[in-house]
């Protein structure tokens, strides 16, 4: 059975994901560990450092697709405190893990935790100063819709930060890169959950996603300015970033 896009409907899809985030939500942070061979943290560290938030004042994130909470967690240490996150995610399963990782690290007083599709953001016009997606997007059906949700809930002077997988620049990595993915990637899912085939689903995902410029063209089309991506490992991730001016 092949798991591509063009073999399922978008319901299907988004069901799809649901499904593969509670299956792996206990487990989730090892396996993202495992499975980018602990880049993930690299690429999350230059997300923080780009967004670089206030370490006084108030400041109001909002991190999309947030799961189990790492990029929330990461912005509020960055701003020694501070900074105030909700973490909303379509998926219960992973947000309960992120509120019990809330209440051990003392951040609870600093998150809320909300179960929302980032297609239909449940929050009123200018409400948040920082908007960002960690491995989300690409995961959502509508991107255009998303975007547009996104924009909406900034305040002028707003920042929009992506991180998602993107397109390898040097060939003889994109050779090593689709090996490990397509081997490596769906074996470790089935090691550690015991099904293999979702994580396929979630490698093509990858592949059906937008380049570097065409998603950045999508990001304007939202509304956003001054929008730039800067590349991470060769391109395996990259980091999109938009103002709301
Ligand atoms: N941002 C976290 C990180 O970087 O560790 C989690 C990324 S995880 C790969 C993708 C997340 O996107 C999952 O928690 C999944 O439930 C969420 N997701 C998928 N579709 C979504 C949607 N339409 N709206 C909101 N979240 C969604």
């Not at 923080?48 to 938030?53: D, S």
């Not at 947030?66 to 973490?87: E, K, L, M």
Request: glycine share 10%; aromatic share 12%; with cysteine.
């Amino acid at each position: 059975q092949s798991y591509g896009f063009r073999a399922v409907g978008d319901g299907e899809k988004q069901a799809l994901v649901n499904d593969v985030f509670h299956k792996v939500a206990q487990r989730y942070d090892i396996m993202n560990d495992l499975m980018s061979a602990g880049l993930h943290r690299v690429w999350k560290d230059a997300l923080v450092a780009a967004l670089n938030p206030p370490k006084r004042g108030d400041f109001h994130l909002l991190d999309v697709a947030g799961g189990t909470g790492d990029i929330a967690f990461r912005v509020i240490d960055a701003s020694h405190g501070h900074a105030q996150a909700t973490v909303l995610d379509i998926n219960g399963s992973m947000l309960g893990v992120g509120q019990d990782r809330a209440n051990k690290r003392h951040l609870a007083g600093n998150t809320t935790f909300v179960e929302a599709n980032a297609e239909s953001l449940p929050f009123p016009d200018l409400h948040f100063d920082a908007y960002t997606i960690a491995f989300g997007i690409r995961n959502v059906p509508h991107i255009d819709v998303a975007l547009r949700e996104a924009f909406r809930v900034l305040k002028p002077g707003g920042r929009f930060l992506c991180l998602e997988f993107s397109e390898v620049e040097m060939p003889f990595l994109e050779k090593a890169y689709e090996a490990w993915s397509f081997n490596a990637i769906p074996r470790i899912g089935k090691a550690v959950t015991g099904d293999g085939e979702p994580y396929q689903y979630l490698v093509e995902s990858i592949r059906k996603f937008p380049n570097q410029e065409n998603f950045a063209a999508m990001i304007r089309s939202a509304g956003f300015e001054r929008v730039t991506y800067r590349n991470y490992s060769g391109g395996i991730a990259a980091l999109h970033s938009g103002w709301k001016l």
